[in-house]
């Protein structure tokens, strides 16, 4: 199982970026029952933004919300996170993370890489 992040870039401040993280592997969606991202900027520690179930409950961290849009397309095994009205102080390296059944009684969390959202003037 692999997850790949793409979609990170420079924007100015108030500008939009959307960022996709595919899980490629031998799973099927119903295996996959949490998705996220995390984040980290320069000098701080890796925090969360936001969540989603396959059931699509979610859940975003205070300082995203109205601002984010966590989503998922469950036949392509894709997350998605819509950034709108975005801030410098958004400026972080975007790690995307899932919770995939490996066996009949338990699973792993697995990480893509990180992607590089930067927005600054």
Request: contains cysteine; glycine residues 10%; hydrophobic residues 30%.
């Amino acid at each position: 199982v692999q997850l790949q992040a793409s979609g990170g870039g420079s924007v100015q401040p108030g500008g939009s970026l959307r960022l996709s993280c595919a899980v490629s592997g031998s799973i099927f969606s119903s295996d996959i029952s949490v998705m996220g991202w995390y984040r980290q900027a320069p000098g701080k520690q890796r925090e969360f933004v936001a969540s989603i179930t396959f059931s699509d409950a979610t859940n975003y961290v205070d300082t995203v919300k109205g601002r984010f849009t966590i989503y998922r397309d469950n036949a392509k095994n894709t997350q998605y996170l819509q950034m709108n009205s975005l801030k410098p102080e958004d400026t972080a390296v975007y790690y995307c993370n899932a919770h995939i059944r490996t066996t009949s009684t338990g699973g792993d969390w697995f990480w893509g890489q990180g992607t590089l959202v930067t927005v600054s003037s």
